[in-house]
């Protein structure tokens, strides 16, 4: 289960104010505003260049912003040194202190700040390696350490001075597949457990969803939505959130009135669907691939089976229909050339 | 408010324990707390304090003397004007037949005069004319090199191409005690000479002397730049020119040889600035018969002609850096910055099945191993040699001539000891101010920011610039003092030496420092700040550490160029007590060659202990 973020009406512990960053003509983040409530574990998502990790830097103050403002708990935090700042970075390359040993690199931050509390240096070190799983390898040098294993010193370092903001800028890109899992589970639990608001980059919209509690989508340095996992998944309010997160078939078409009371009747090309929303003029809506069911009753097409991928659990199937490219999931593979489709009106939602 | 005010604010208050801890231990901890803020406000600041430290020191100990004597030339009798530097170029004296063309004569009768056998070069076009001989000589010799340490596998070749680095830090001036004691009138050749009962020859005060002592110091540079070429080539561009049908020379020319023509170039460049620069070499070696630009601006601050020597000075400097400029563009243009993933196969030196083909190679090997016994090894064995020869076999006697407090019946005033004394002193006091600097700029010049190149070339012009013109700055700008407000300051000529000998040195801390601070993983830093750490505290804690080799390697050079510094120690030394090992050698050359010897390999000691550091440490990371 997941811990809910409190939201006890004060501060918000960051707050992002239209805040944009250039550099010269190019622009990486522009007016982005979004307050991170505390205790929250929020992730920034988006493909490569969108800003999300500017936007990290930004909250972290290895970059300043051009315009706008950073506020931690309602204090501007202009002029204020990443040293200043009471927070902890994750690197994706974990930025290990190759000249020191593990426990040294996660003492570092205690040089600058008492351990909370009043334990020593030493037992915090310990209960940090005991937290991130790795009792007992504090003497060894951080090369002779795994991916993951780096990785989690690199998180237990950035805990010890017990900071305010944890910033995790895409920690487990250099990780394989099933580790990546695992330590994402891992780093969930580790910030149930201290509470400890959090701020992650990733560009993997799955792995997003996975552990957020509140996610943002960030395109071409914008915010295009801000949400919890299950609202960005099942109402994408664009047009580019409907396809990043998640698969999606989208349809453009012109709506009328809908042929029972609840519904709106929406014309694409040729063919016509029934679709559970208010809806009028042009309109684009979508619908999961999961939704689309062969015994469907309503809105049924007929459409050309291009190829499949059996994934176990289901079938991935890609179809041809009129002039769209259809992916629908199927508990079996088809075995024939065509198939016949539909989904319920009410799994179908309108974007914008 | 105050940046500290607004920290504190920005850190949000976390509960404290209601019990909390005793009020001793709490009066404990607030001063602890109050130690590290204080520690960690000086630390925000420490690396631009000490960034406006070393642009102080460098303004005050480089920018601001140069300027006094350049200035000299611009202004005559409190007016400023360009005419000593018409008069400069209309002087044959300096530009031989060129002269005439300067002062408005066709070009056309310059050119015919130009080639005719009794034309006039003047000192510049002499400059030139050496300066373009020791280049093609220094290529001749070290391309072959380069051939070798690139194409063959032989026992020692890892350490033959280590010793290419040597040209930096070997003292020229002792370059020119071991050609002294080997092409002397006395030298080994001519004792090798008269034990075959052949005549023998004369080679001091020739230009061919000049040139072979030259292409000793530059060969190498050029053979290590070809060398890298050589061994960025990957293989597979060969095998694949070879698949397409070319023959083994073809592949070559078309697809190893344009990867070395930059290189080449390079070295060339390099060298011919070098040796148009040349100082202590021609000194010893020419004399004022062959002198130089820079020997005849020595001449001439010598005469106290201080308005000709700057109006030299500076057509010296502008050629220089005209080529260099020309260089770097060319190399921006041109440059193949691709690391071969797989080096071309090195040969075995001894071939297992010999051809025709693979011995003639062999055999034109051996050739050039001869030739470099004599250019590269004779000059330093028979160094070695002359210092422990006396009349009557060994001798340890110009050694103890060293320790001597006073040279006995010396007419010439140089007292040994002191002058091994001030050597150390100096190049330690060098190092404590040089090494610091480097490392400062160095990290000022790694990470990116506006106006970065402008402060990495302010901080690297020393190198540029002549050392006969730093030490006359400091001499007049320092020794003599300057008035300001009525105050007079003025430092002795020891400061004056270690200043420009930290001025000279400090270039070389910078270049070998910054690749590795510019090699390190940013999110290091980053990591270190968002723990807590003040940007000084993690260039203390993180990347110091971690460019250590580096580091050492810079003082290492440091040490040894300020041990071998002739240029600007000669100008600030004349008149006084405080001697160098290289100025000594260079007034005992062809008076006693026995005790310049006996230095020379004091500073040969010093520079080889210097060398293994940096090879070992931070060689390879060297910018060249």
Redesign the interface.
Request: aromatic share 14%; net charge negative.
């Given at each position: 289960m997941r811990a809910l973020a409190s939201d006890h009406g004060g501060p918000p512990?960051v707050e992002l104010d239209g805040v944009s960053k250039r550099y010269g003509s190019a622009t990486a983040v522009a007016d982005v505003s979004v307050s991170i409530r505390d205790g929250e574990f929020f992730t920034l998502v988006g493909p490569s260049g969108c800003g999300k990790t500017t936007t990290l830097r930004l909250i972290?103050?290895?970059e300043t912003p051009t315009t706008g403002t950073v506020r931690?708990?309602g204090?501007d935090?202009r002029?204020?040194?990443?040293?200043?700042?009471?927070?902890?970075?994750v690197?994706q390359?974990y930025?290990l202190?190759?000249?020191m040993s593990v426990a040294e690199n996660v003492a570092?931050?205690l040089?600058?700040?008492?351990p909370?509390?009043?334990l020593s240096r030493n037992e915090r070190v310990a209960e940090l390696l005991e937290l991130v799983d790795l009792e007992g390898l504090g003497d060894r040098d951080p090369t002779a350490l795994s991916g993951g294993q780096q990785q989690r010193v690199?998180i237990a370092?950035?805990l010890?001075?017990?900071p305010?903001l944890l910033?995790l800028d895409e920690p487990m890109s250099a990780l394989d597949a099933r580790l990546r899992q695992r330590l994402r589970r891992e780093i969930r639990s580790i910030q149930t457990e201290l509470g400890v608001t959090t701020v992650y980059v990733t560009h993997d919209q799955a792995e997003a969803l996975a552990v957020s509690d509140r996610v943002a989508v960030l395109s071409e340095g914008r915010v295009e939505q801000v949400g919890d996992p299950e609202s960005l998944y099942r109402r994408p309010r664009s047009r580019f959130v409907a396809e990043f997160v998640g698969e999606n078939n989208l349809f453009d078409g012109t709506a009328a009135a809908g042929a029972m009371s609840d519904t709106t009747t929406v014309r694409v090309g040729e063919a016509s669907f029934e679709i559970a929303a208010d809806a009028d003029g042009d309109v684009t809506f979508c619908v999961r691939p999961g939704a689309f069911d062969p015994a469907a009753s309503h809105n049924r097409i007929e459409a050309r089976v291009l190829d499949s991928e059996f994934l176990g659990e289901t079938t991935r199937v890609r179809l041809g229909w009129a002039d769209h490219r259809l992916v629908v999931s199927l508990p079996a593979p088809p075995d024939s050339e065509t198939l016949t489709v539909g989904f319920d009106p009410r799994d179908a939602w309108v974007i914008g | 408010m105050t940046d500290a005010d607004r920290s504190a604010g920005a850190r949000p208050e976390r509960p404290t324990d209601a019990s909390g801890p005793p009020e001793g231990e709490r009066f404990a901890a607030g001063l602890r707390d109050r130690g590290r803020r204080v520690r960690h406000r000086f630390e925000r600041r420490a690396l631009l304090l000490f960034g406006a430290g070393t642009i102080a020191l460098v303004a005050s100990l480089f920018y601001y003397p140069v300027a006094t004597v350049f200035v000299e030339a611009f202004v005559v009798g409190g007016r400023v004007t360009l005419s000593a530097f018409g008069e400069l170029l209309r002087d044959p004296l300096y530009f031989g037949e060129f002269a005439r063309l300067f002062a408005g004569e066709p070009p056309l009768a310059v050119g015919r005069d130009l080639l005719s056998a009794d034309r006039r070069l003047g000192v510049v076009g002499f400059t030139a004319y050496q300066a373009f001989l020791s280049t093609l000589l220094s290529v001749a010799l070290g391309v072959p090199a380069a051939y070798l340490l690139a194409r063959f596998e032989f026992y020692g070749r890892r350490t033959l191409r280590s010793l290419t680095i040597l040209p930096f830090v070997v003292p020229s001036i002792m370059v020119a005690a071991g050609f002294a004691a080997t092409f002397g009138a006395n030298g080994t050749l001519n004792a090798l000479l008269g034990a075959l009962r052949l005549p023998s020859i004369e080679l001091m005060f020739t230009l061919e002397l000049i040139l072979i002592a030259h292409a000793f110091y530059n060969a190498p540079l050029v053979a290590r730049v070809t060398t890298a070429a050589w061994e960025s080539i990957d293989a597979g561009s060969v095998e694949t020119a070879r698949s397409l049908g070319a023959s083994p020379l073809r592949a070559f020319l078309d697809v190893v040889a344009p990867r070395l023509y930059p290189a080449v170039l390079m070295g060339a460049t390099l060298t011919f600035v070098f040796t148009f620069g040349t100082f202590p070499i021609v000194l010893a070696l020419g004399g004022f018969e062959l002198a130089t630009v820079e020997v005849f601006v020595f001449r001439l601050i010598s005469d106290l002609d201080y308005a000709e020597a700057a109006a030299l000075a500076i057509v010296e400097l502008a050629i220089t850096l005209g080529l260099l400029y020309g260089y770097l563009r060319y190399e921006a243009s041109h440059a193949v910055r691709s690391r071969g993933r797989r080096p071309l196969a090195r040969k075995p030196l001894v071939p297992d099945a010999p051809s025709p083909r693979e011995l003639l190679a062999r055999l034109g090997i051996a050739a050039y191993a001869i030739v470099a016994l004599f250019v590269f090894v004779a000059p330093i064995a028979s160094m070695v040699y002359a210092s422990v020869a006396g009349p009557d076999g060994l001798t340890l006697a110009h050694y103890r001539f060293l320790l001597q407090r006073q040279a006995t019946g010396a007419s010439f005033q140089v007292q040994p000891f002191e002058a091994v004394r001030n050597s150390v002193l100096f190049a330690a006091a060098a190092l404590a101010l040089a090494l610091p600097m480097g490392v400062v700029v160095a990290a000022l010049t790694t990470r990116r920011y506006r106006g970065r190149k402008l402060v990495d070339v302010v901080a690297m012009a020393p190198l540029a610039v002549s050392g006969i013109v730093v030490g006359l700055g400091l001499l007049r700008g320092v020794v003599f003092g300057v008035e300001v407000g009525g105050w007079r300051f003025a430092a002795g000529g020891t400061v004056a030496i270690v200043a420009a000998h930290a001025v000279a040195c400090y270039p070389f801390v910078v270049r070998t420092v910054a690749p590795g601070l510019e090699g390190l993983d940013p999110a290091l830093v980053e990591s270190a700040r968002a723990l807590g750490a003040a940007r000084t505290r993690a260039l203390l804690d993180i990347e110091i550490p971690l460019v250590w080799p580096g580091v050492v390697a810079g003082a290492a050079f440091a040490f040894a160029i300020s041990m071998g510094e002739f240029s600007s120690t000669v100008v600030l030394a004349s008149g006084t007590d405080q001697f160098t090992m290289p100025v000594a050698i260079e007034r005992l050359i062809g008076r006693r060659l026995g005790p310049a010897t006996a230095m020379g390999v004091v500073l040969l000691a010093v520079t080889s202990v210097s060398f293994v550091l940096i090879d070992r440490l931070g060689g390879e990371s060297f910018g060249l």
């Open positions: 512990a972290a103050g290895f931690f708990a204090e935090v002029g204020v040194g990443p040293e200043d700042r009471n927070v902890g970075v690197f390359n930025a202190f190759e000249h570092y931050g040089k600058f700040a008492d909370p509390r009043g690199s370092r950035a010890a001075p017990d305010a910033l | -």
